[in-house]
């Protein structure tokens, strides 16, 4: 006799060979419309999974995890960040939540690297007078940018992309600095050149460019808040990969009105989707729609993740990816 299936609903689409493998292994339900769920679906969608794969773009909070029925076992999230999911309201309901961190760390470093890079180098700004017929020739006074090589670039949050980006930025020639928790290890340290700062204020008052890279908690809801970014130099860059609520992103658009920032460059947005109007249309400002993750191999190997948590979980034993409140 063949063991029963464990009930497995999927919020959107993943891709076809990640979906196929659910099929084979598990009664998966899949959201072929790949519309994110309302919040009505997802609480329908918590009554009847055993494991619910959401992403991003479904909200579980306290009040949806707690009317969730008892079969919903686990929460394995297609995703590095959590903080779309109150894992305190989960595990008080003894629901696993896991997510999938490592495997689009590279990724992410590299859209991080774009951005610094589009910006310091105007390289969008660029792009749009070539496509507009706008080219009149070389000139030696015009669209210059800022030099990456040997600036200062502070990095807040040195977990994975954190220090992936270090490593691209070493090889741009760029000296890192970085605030995080605690210090990384000194191995790394020296491998990165890294400088470690306890304070946030006082890094920020120095860095050429800031990179945000730490998940959003509680303690890191705007992070880059109206007073640090008054503390910014009126030269520097400030990327965000991470999430757009570490920043006041209105205290950041009146700095750009203000000229206090050579520009901006950001993959995600305080409101998401929805984009503060006063970001739009300025040519010291490179925009992307939440990109970090999407690549093909990426996106298949997040998937490959998931289902190597619940496989982990249906046997009885600890998710590698299992997300606990301490580590957040
Ligand atoms: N744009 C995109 O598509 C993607 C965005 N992300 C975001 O990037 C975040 C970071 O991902 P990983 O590097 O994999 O996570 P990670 O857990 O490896 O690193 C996060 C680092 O931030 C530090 N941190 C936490 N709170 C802090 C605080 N208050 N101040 C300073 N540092 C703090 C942690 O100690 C840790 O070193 C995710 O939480 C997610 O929100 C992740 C993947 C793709
Ligand atoms: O933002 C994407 C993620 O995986 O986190």
């Not at 959107?12 to 990640?18: E, K, Q």
């Not at 669209?143 to 220090?163: N, S, T, Y």
């Not at 305080?270 to 040519?283: D, F, K, T």
């Not at 990816?321 to 301490?326: G, H, L, N, T």
Request: net charge negative; with cysteine.
């Amino acid at each position: 006799m063949s063991a029963r299936k464990l009930k497995v609903v999927l919020t959107r689409r993943l891709p076809d060979a990640v979906e196929t493998r659910l099929r084979e292994l598990f009664d998966a339900e899949l959201n072929l419309t790949d519309r994110p769920m309302s919040r009505d679906d997802l609480a329908a969608a918590v009554q009847r999974a055993e494991v619910l794969i959401p992403t991003i773009t479904d909200h579980l909070d306290a009040e949806l995890i707690a009317g969730a029925g008892d079969q919903l076992k686990m929460i394995a999230n297609f995703g590095a960040g959590v903080d779309h999911i109150d894992i305190d309201a989960a595990v008080a309901r003894g629901i696993i939540v896991t997510n999938t961190p490592g495997v689009l760390t590279e990724d992410t470093a590299d859209l991080a690297m774009s951005l610094i890079l589009g910006v310091s180098r105007r390289i969008v700004e660029g792009a749009n007078v070539v496509a507009a017929g706008q080219f009149e020739g070389w000139s030696p006074t015009w669209m210059c940018g800022r030099k990456l090589w040997g600036k200062r670039l502070g990095i807040v949050g040195m977990g994975r992309i954190g220090q992936a980006l270090a490593r691209r930025a070493k090889a741009f020639g760029m000296q890192v600095h970085y605030h995080n928790r605690k210090p990384v290890s000194d191995m790394i340290a020296e491998e990165l050149g890294a400088t470690w700062w306890d304070d946030l204020d006082q890094m920020l008052a120095r860095m050429d460019v800031i990179s945000l890279n730490c998940p959003a908690t509680r303690d890191t809801h705007h992070l880059l808040s109206a007073e640090r970014i008054a503390r910014l130099q009126p030269h520097a860059i400030v990327v965000n990969t991470a999430r757009g609520e570490l920043i006041d992103e209105a205290a950041l658009v009146e700095a750009l009105d203000r000229r206090a920032l050579f520009g901006v460059g950001l993959d995600v947005f305080e409101h998401e989707p929805a984009v503060h109007p006063g970001l739009m249309g300025r040519s010291n400002v490179v925009l992307l729609p939440h990109l970090g993750s999407a690549t093909i191999e990426a996106r298949q190997d997040m998937g490959d993740r998931v289902i190597a948590n619940i496989m982990t979980y249906q046997n009885g034993h600890r998710p590698p990816d299992r997300v606990i409140p301490a580590m957040l």
